[in-house]
């Protein structure tokens, strides 16, 4: 496996969920979410859309609100 010895921390926001990194010669970023070992619910101002039409409002959480419904909902109260 290659190693990247020149991985680089890039200064993150103070709400930023991921440790967002660097790696010289390379366009881009790498970025981890350490969720498991440094808990960020109480600041974490993030909505996640997922490939399925959903907003998944906690990574910890099951509950899931259905965008596409809500999409469906406001064109019916429009067009009516």
């Known amino acids: ?3 990247f010895t020149s ?3 890039v200064q993150d926001h ?3 969920t991921a440790k967002n990194f660097t790696i010289d010669g ?3 970023r790498v970025s981890f979410i350490t969720s498991m ?3 960020f ?3 974490c101002n993030r909505l996640r859309l997922l490939a399925d039409g959903n907003f998944k409002v906690c ?3 099951p509950s899931e609100v259905s965008y596409i419904q809500i999409i469906k909902v406001q064109y019916i109260m429009h067009v009516t």
């Open 14 to 16: 103070p709400i930023d």
């Open 59 to 61: 990574l910890f959480g």
């Open 7 to 9: 991985l680089k921390r």
């Open 1 to 3: 496996m290659k190693q």
């Open 37 to 39: 070992t440094e808990h």
């Open 26 to 28: 390379h366009e881009g």
């Open 41 to 43: 619910c109480a600041g």
